[in-house]
């Protein structure tokens, strides 16, 4: 028979400053691991991108910035350049290794670096959640959520090489090196419609599909929870409030249409913003009605 405990839990969320740069890299080869078939990808933009290589040897830092630095799935890809992949097992035209394709690297912050690394600071994953979902579709808007909130992911981190290999020759690099890390704008764009998704759907399926780990700790209430990325910080603000039954709602602002915790009777807007918006649009109609009636007496 199946016991339900109350227990008292602690939940921290302390995320590590990442600096944010939008470039490019251009696809080279397929290539096979482990796991399903990849491309590999060097980097092409910005020109200058080879001074934020962390290495104290200047002299490979062109050869490192020229290196195959990263593997993409296909899935990431954009559907243009899906759509003109080779089979895995053959070589890639020259027109898909000309395209530029856009990706945000991910590094620490300037002074900071393996030795010293960037202090994590304490966040609000609910009001991090509604900037999240609040963001505009715009590639800056989301450069300025990131580089403001930090470590986005577990992916979005420097990455620590000792080796590289370009063509035939490999280079072994007596000091290690920080790797920017990668990611498309699209993956974080997915999850923010994930996301949203979820907020309007059935709580049993998120929590379902999702879990929460704790460890201990010698204080009260002695199981902590913790969460050092946005993603994981926003995750665990979901499954709390469904856990803890808060209903949700779909903002009444039209040109809105956000799912907001209505933690309050009668709340209709997501925001004060929207609640003003919507006032001032009210207003604005009702004063125009009013202006024509009074034209036409």
């Excluded at 097992?89 to 300037?110: G, H, N, T």
């Excluded at 090489?161 to 090196?177: A, Q």
Aim: glycine content about 6%.
């Amino acid at each position: 028979m199946a016991h339900r405990i109350d227990l008292p839990a602690e939940f921290q969320f302390k995320v590590e400053p990442i600096k944010y740069v939008r470039g490019a890299i251009r696809l080279r080869k397929w290539w096979l691991g482990y796991g399903p078939w990849e491309l590999q990808a060097t980097v092409s933009g910005p020109a200058e991108f080879a001074d934020s290589w962390r290495t104290a040897d200047p002299e490979f830092a062109d050869s490192w910035r020229r290196a195959d630095l990263y593997h993409v799935l296909p899935d990431e890809l954009p559907p243009f350049v899906r759509e003109q992949l080779s089979e895995p097992d053959q070589p890639l035209s020259s027109a898909v290794k000309r395209v530029d394709l856009d990706v945000i690297f991910c590094m620490y912050p300037e002074g900071c670096d393996l030795r010293h690394g960037p202090k994590a600071r304490v966040i609000d994953p609910w009001q991090l959640r509604h900037d999240f979902l609040h963001l505009k579709p715009s590639s800056e808007a989301l450069l300025d959520f990131l580089n403001y909130y930090g470590q986005w992911s577990r992916i979005t981190q420097p990455r620590l090489e000792g080796t590289v290999g370009y063509g035939s020759r490999v280079l072994r690099l007596d000091n290690d090196i920080l790797i920017p890390g990668l990611i498309f704008e699209s993956e974080i764009r997915k999850e923010q419609t994930a996301m949203r998704n979820a907020l309007k759907g059935n709580p049993a399926d998120w929590l379902a599909k999702g879990s929460l780990s704790f460890g201990s700790q010698s204080k009260f209430p002695h199981y902590v929870h913790t969460d050092s990325t946005c993603l994981d910080a926003i995750r665990t603000s979901i499954s709390i409030d469904f856990l803890r039954r808060v209903p949700f709602r779909i903002c009444k602002r039209p040109d809105c249409g956000e799912p907001f915790a209505a933690d309050r009777k009668g709340k209709q807007y997501c925001s004060q913003y929207c609640a003003h918006l919507v006032s001032v649009r009210r207003t604005r109609k009702e004063l125009k009605k009013k202006i024509a009636a009074e034209q036409k007496g």
